[in-house]
């Protein structure tokens, strides 16, 4: 009985230990989660692999990987790492936050809009109004 008593108490302080980590952070706190998050998607886009295949490499169910792109505080450091590992190779979190990666630069030219051709001189002056 006695067993039985602390295992139901040991459970009961144990689910009130357990909280979700967005309502506890400050706005600045899940703006900084968001940041993280929207870093490690645009570098997994800007070197080509898919969200589902870099979460198997990395041994983390597809709907991991999508709330750690999301920035989900609640995702493990650990986590994060081996996703990283997997999208970007050697790559550091500071490398990451940084955004200084070569592929990035690729991505940014290949998202602006290009003209097909270049305006005549008649159709600069009716855009300038």
Do not use: W
Not at 20 to 34: F, G, H, T, V
Request: aromatic letters at 4%; a neutral charge.
């Amino acid at each position: 009985m006695l067993d039985k008593a602390i295992n139901e108490s040991f459970m009961l302080d144990y689910a009130i230990m357990k909280v979700s980590q967005k309502a506890i952070l400050d706005e600045s706190q899940m703006a900084q989660a968001k940041h993280i998050g929207a870093c490690f998607a645009r570098i997994r886009v800007a070197r080509g692999v898919k969200q589902d295949v870099a979460a198997v490499r990395a041994g983390l169910s597809r709907n991991t990987a999508y709330r750690l792109e999301s920035g989900d505080p609640g995702v493990a450091v650990g986590q994060m790492l081996r996703y990283l590992d997997v999208i970007a190779p050697g790559m550091t979190m500071q490398e990451l936050l940084s955004q200084t990666d070569p592929s990035l630069s690729v991505l940014e030219m290949k998202e602006k809009t290009r003209r097909v051709r270049d305006l005549s001189s008649k159709e600069v002056s009716e855009l300038d109004f």
